[in-house]
C-alpha cells in the first residue's frame, strides 16, 4: 500500500510538472510568431533541436519487455508517434497564428473528456464518481477563466479554435493508445521511438511544403526553438509518459486543468495578455478540482 502511495504521490508530481512545462510552449510560439517565422519551420525547429536526445535515449535504453513486444505494437507506436506529436503540434501551430495563447490552452483542455470518452467506447472502461466531480469542478473553473474570451468574433478565430479542437483529440487519442504500450517499450524509449517518428513525418512535410528559407530569422528564434525543444518537448514529454505509466490515461488527463493556469499567467508577463478578477477566481475553482482528485478515495 506505501509503495503505491509513493508511486501516485510520484505521478502527481510528474503529471503537474509535465503539464506546466508543455503549457509554456503556447507563450513561447506566440512570441517567436512576433520574428515573422511561419509555423512550419517553428515546429521544424522545435523538433529538430530535440531529435538528437531521443536519438541518443533510444539508442541506450533497451525496451522494457521485448520478449512481449509484437510487430503490430510497432505499427501501433508508429501511429500513436504520427498523430500525438506530430498532427497534435501541426495543428496547434497553426491554430496559435490565429488565437490568443489563453484560448489555445482553454480548447485544449477538453482532452480529458475525449480520453474518457475514447476509453469509454473502445475499452469499455468506467468514470468513477470521483472524477466526474473532478471533471466538473475543473471545467467549470475553465469556463469562469476564460468568460471573456468566449465573445471573441471573427473568422479567423472560430478556423484557429477548430483547429486547436483537432490538436486536443489527436492528443487525446495519444494518451489512450501510449497507457497500453509504455508497459511493454518502458517509458523513455517509448517516448522517444514517438518523438523520432513525430520528427520525422515533420520532415517530410517539410520537404513538400517548406519555404526551405530556415537560416534568414533572428536569433530570437532559434532561442526560442531550442528552449521549447528542451524546456515545453524533451523534458515534459518524459514526465507525461511516466506519470500515464503510473497514474493511468484518464486520471493523467484530469491534470491538464493546470495548463491554462500557467498558460494565462505566463502570457500576462510575456505577452501582455490581460487577467481580469473573474479569471483569477476561476484558477482558484481549477486548483480546487484537481486537489479533488490528489485525495484518497
Not at 97 to 121: D, N, Q
Not at 208 to 223: A, N, R, T, W
Request: net charge positive; aromatic share 18%; hydrophobic share 55%.
Amino acid at each position: 500500500m506505501l509503495k503505491k502511495t509513493s508511486a501516485t504521490s510520484i505521478g502527481i508530481l510528474f503529471a503537474i510538472s509535465g503539464v506546466i512545462l508543455f503549457s509554456a510552449k503556447a507563450v513561447m510560439v506566440k512570441m517567436a510568431y512576433r520574428y515573422g517565422v511561419d509555423y512550419l519551420s517553428l515546429l521544424l525547429f522545435r523538433m529538430v533541436f530535440a531529435l538528437p536526445f531521443y536519438v541518443a535515449i533510444a539508442s541506450w535504453k533497451k525496451p522494457l519487455h521485448l520478449s512481449e513486444i509484437k510487430k503490430k505494437d510497432y505499427l501501433w507506436l508508429f501511429l500513436l508517434g504520427f498523430v500525438g506529436y506530430y498532427l497534435a503540434s501541426l495543428f496547434d501551430f497553426m491554430g496559435l497564428s490565429h488565437i490568443k495563447a489563453g484560448l489555445e490552452r482553454i480548447i485544449l483542455f477538453i482532452y480529458p473528456t475525449i480520453v474518457v470518452l475514447i476509453s469509454w467506447l473502445l475499452f469499455k472502461e468506467k468514470l468513477s464518481k470521483k472524477q466526474g466531480f473532478a471533471i466538473l469542478i475543473t471545467y467549470l473553473g475553465v469556463v469562469m477563466t476564460f468568460w471573456d474570451e468566449i465573445g471573441v468574433q471573427g473568422g479567423t478565430v472560430f478556423w484557429g479554435g477548430f483547429l486547436v479542437f483537432l490538436s486536443a483529440v489527436a492528443y487525446a487519442s495519444y494518451l489512450v493508445g501510449s497507457g497500453r504500450l509504455i508497459p511493454k517499450f518502458g517509458v523513455l524509449r517509448f517516448t522517444s521511438y514517438a518523438m523520432i517518428v513525430s520528427t520525422f513525418c515533420i520532415l517530410v512535410h517539410y520537404a513538400f511544403q517548406g519555404s526551405f528559407d530556415l537560416f534568414s530569422y533572428p536569433k530570437e528564434v532559434y532561442y526560442l526553438g531550442l528552449a521549447m525543444a528542451i524546456f515545453s518537448t524533451l523534458i515534459p514529454s518524459f514526465l507525461v509518459s511516466a506519470a500515464i505509466e503510473r497514474l493511468g490515461a484518464s486520471s493523467f488527463s484530469i491534470f491538464g486543468s493546470l495548463g491554462p493556469i500557467s498558460t494565462i499567467l505566463l502570457a500576462y508577463f510575456f505577452l501582455d495578455e490581460r487577467i481580469t478578477i473573474l479569471q483569477t477566481f476561476g484558477m482558484l475553482v481549477v486548483i480546487l478540482g484537481v486537489s479533488v482528485v490528489t485525495r484518497k478515495k
